[in-house]
């Protein structure tokens, strides 16, 4: 089992090109170039969607959802998957095997096996770890973007949704002027203390394996920078990887 590499995004650009080149054996490798497999986790508060999808589409990988898949097949069952819609609305999780199974057919599909792909949502348990690894399905990168949980509760706490735009504004940092717009705001359950806590417990608990499971491969990038230097200096290391 190899080392876990922490890559500070505070350092210079060429510092962190460096240690992926490094983590990754590819600094001077002229072998041919291996679809990538990315997995991309955070904390609650982090937006792993923006920098997952930009990447994809930056070097043609299949950007890969798991909450949108299994909503995707659930759909697709119509009836049958009553019991999962159930779930889903309690805001229960979805049960691993069938999390799992959405992924594998999805991995299998020629358009992953060709371009590589990026994913955000799975695994999530431990179990869906060992699952992924049993179906031979490990991937050949996988980033954290971390960030303090002082902040976490910061950003979340403020957050309220509006359900006529289907849009989230953070209150603390917004001038919202329009009396309209402030007294339709919610705040949602995910965002009161009490749900970020659970949240962040069962996350910083799942990464203890995470960090065990794939030490040899995964990098972690400080998410506490502003967004654009935290995306302009993953861009430029994940492109070394290539």
């Not at 509760?153 to 289907?166: A, C, G, I, M, S």
Request: one cysteine or more; a neutral charge.
């Amino acid at each position: 089992m190899g080392n876990i590499i922490e890559i500070d995004g505070n350092k210079s650009k060429k510092k962190i090109v460096e240690e992926m080149a490094r983590l990754l054996l590819l600094k001077d490798s002229n072998a041919p170039r291996k679809p990538p497999k990315i997995i991309m986790m955070g904390p609650p508060g982090v937006d792993l969607r923006e920098h997952a999808s930009t990447i994809a589409l930056k070097y043609k990988l299949i950007y890969i959802d798991s909450d949108q898949l299994v909503k995707d097949s659930i759909r697709r069952e119509g009836e049958s998957a009553q019991d999962l819609r159930q779930i889903i609305k309690n805001g229960e999780p979805i049960p691993d095997d069938h999390a799992i199974r959405c992924l594998r057919e999805r991995l299998e599909m020629p358009d992953c096996k060709t371009n590589g792909w990026i994913l955000q949502g799975a695994p999530t348990t431990v179990d869906q770890i060992s699952m992924l690894k049993e179906l031979n399905m490990q991937p050949s990168l996988v980033i954290t973007l971390d960030m303090s949980d002082h902040l976490i509760y910061e950003k979340l706490e403020q957050r309220r949704f509006d359900p006529v735009t289907n849009r989230y504004h953070y209150i603390l940092s917004e001038n919202i002027r329009d009396e309209a717009v402030l007294n339709r705001l919610v705040h949602k359950y995910e965002d009161q203390h009490p749900h970020i806590k659970k949240k962040l417990l069962e996350y910083r608990g799942f990464m203890q394996h995470v960090l065990q499971e794939y030490a040899a491969s995964i990098v972690r990038v400080n998410a506490e920078q502003p967004p654009k230097d935290v995306h302009k200096n993953f861009i430029e290391a994940i492109e070394m990887t290539f």
